[in-house]
């Protein structure tokens, strides 16, 4: 029977060196959040890096002994005897950097100014991301890893470990991806950062110092977010036309489920993200584009990967659709790569990645059991 | 490996060769070139089931749609592309094949001979024909497109192909005498 990695504990990693990012800023020192289940085995050759994608964190499974209900995002596939075994497997999650789960990130205090960064803190990257995360390998003495999987924006992590340091990566595992964002996927974002910036509370980024969150700018972007995670389809079965009250109100207060869902999710979300950490993530995924420095070229750009690669779509997935996700497969074939593809009919949409699908897991558990360690 | 076309087809693969394996199944073929003729390359499916069977069995697999056609593959980027009893199921059979004499230097086919006498036999009798190669009912099959030894020859043909060779089967046994009428599996060997 598959269980619980049981009771975890976050650590904390600290770098007393710069940390230069991809736009040229730098910034004195840095921390990583990062939490770590199974055992490093003696070889060191059994070592998976999870990477998060928008709103989760270093906790993907477990919980916490304080907060028994606070279990990890993907704790549905890490654990003993789950996909991601750990008891096979020692599995690394780990906050970004620029996070806001503890890692440095705009809510940190700038050593230069004593207070939090705010709109100071650098713009950042995949690239950034990964470079960080490498700095974190060299720290938990990891010189190769078995695997690196994410989802999503989380995938964008995992390919661009391939391609920025392809001797410490054996598997990529890319899922719900996509090697760049269309002009539309640009655009939700953007939708979403106007929300944050134009909110009264955002104070150009300093609202830390005014002792106020731009919350009305964050639950409206989360509600944006939330649109395109999911498809019209399972949108539509989730919720329907159902509505929370007996007749129509003819008001502006919530008659549909799905807008009742929509104020939920943003509400909710505003409490505990941080808008500076949001505005970077979504321009992170804006400027992610390997194929950038050659051309547009995916295939020159893939042509530095030595991992073997595992990549999945999902048909219900309109955000990250799997026309993206063939391109890359089609890269890695041009490169005569080992790659395996897997393009589900699951109904979830981009969100299916976190779901919990027999097809889905059975064939990330038949990839990690043919891993050697 | 129990399928007979599969076995004549491991005995064309050369050593070490580039193999695209179309409608790969389990992959069992594909395990078998890699263990046997260090042969290597991908698997192409579209079934569920199937592409996880081919990942518990460590091969590479991709889950693509055949009618949609091989736009993932470059121009000769195999030594030999594989249709292993798949051809009658494809609607688009002419398009593929274009497809696949684009992608691989060589191109293995197998496929049902629906010239065999008792298939004949049967739709002399009025009857559409149900055999060992063939099991499914008429109305409930995934074949749509089955042919004769000559229509594939003809097809070939039609498309400029060079037949390279060819084994007829019947039980697992080479057909030498009258193929067209006691074989009942047909292997091709062409190249554009």
Known sequence: MPGSVGIVEAQRAVFEQPFRFRSGAEIPRFELMYETYGRLNAARSN?????????????????????????????????????????????IGNNYIGGCFGSTGPASVNPATGKPYGADFPVVTVEDWVAAQA?????????????????SLGAMQALQWALACPERVRHSLVIASTPKLSAQNIAFNEVARQAIMTDPDFHGGHYYEHGVVPRRGLRIARMIGHITYLSDDAMMEKFGRVLRRAAPGFDFDVDFEIESYLRYQGDKFSTYFDANTYLRITKALDYYDPAGDFGGDLSAAFARARAAFLVVSFKSDWRFAPARSRAMVKALLDNRRIVSYLELDAPGGHDAFLLEDPRYHGALAAYFGNIEL | MTRPDLEAIARWVAPGARVLDL?????????????????????????????????????????????????????????????????????????????????????????PNFGHWRDRLQVLLGRMPVSEELPHQWYDTPNVHLCTLADFEDLCARLGARILERAVLHRGRAVRVLPNLFGSIAVYRVTA
């Open chain 1, 47 to 91: 070592a998976v890096l999870v990477c998060h994608a928008l709103n989760a964190s270093h906790h993907v499974a477990g919980s916490y002994a304080s907060d028994p209900d606070n279990v990890g995002w993907w704790d549905n596939l890490v654990g003993p005897g789950k996909p991601l075994d750990t008891d096979r497997f020692f599995v």
């Open chain 1, 135 to 151: 700095r974190l390998a060299d720290h938990l003495g990891i010189e190769r890893f078995a695997a690196v999987i994410g989802g």
């Open chain 2, 23 to 111: 409608g790969c199944g389990d992959g069992s073929l594909l395990k078998h070139l890699w263990d046997n003729h260090q042969a290597h390359g991908y698997g192409v499916e579209i079934d569920d089931a199937e592409v996880l069977a081919s990942m518990r069995n460590d091969v590479n697999v991709l889950q693509l749609d055949l009618e949609s056609g091989l736009a993932l593959f470059h121009d000769a980027s195999f030594d030999y592309v594989i249709l292993s009893e798949t051809l009658q199921t494809i609607h688009r059979i002419e398009q593929l094949t274009r497809e696949m004499l684009r992608v691989g230097r060589e191109v293995i086919v197998s496929f």
